[in-house]
């Protein structure tokens, strides 16, 4: 004798479940999203959307510095400590290498 395995659509709602985590819905959309997606991936979309022009943007102001011939009177020097300094170089290289992934 054989087994016939079948997941019931087991499979389905684990990739709705998946996108309605990914996408911060909770659980009672769940259903919803698996009877008609088309809204909540437009959602999505636009988030996705949004997220991109925060990192150009973060990517543009990473990559702005001050002129030489600026106004001194707008020039100031800030101290920081040499942790604090590499942490925001690290930052500042993750955001310009998902820049140039874009």
Known sequence: MS?????????????VR?????TSLEEQHEAKVLANPLPY???ANERISQLEMALQEA???ARFTVGV???PEW???ILVDKAEYERLVRCRDIVE???TKL
């Open 3 to 15: 087994v016939i395995r079948h997941d019931f659509g087991m499979k389905d709602r684990e990739c």
């Open 59 to 61: 990517g543009n102001a």
């Open 41 to 43: 991936l437009e959602r």
């Open 97 to 99: 290498a998902a820049v």
């Open 18 to 22: 998946r996108f309605a985590k990914l």
């Open 69 to 71: 011939d600026s106004d």
């Open 75 to 77: 020039t100031e020097n």
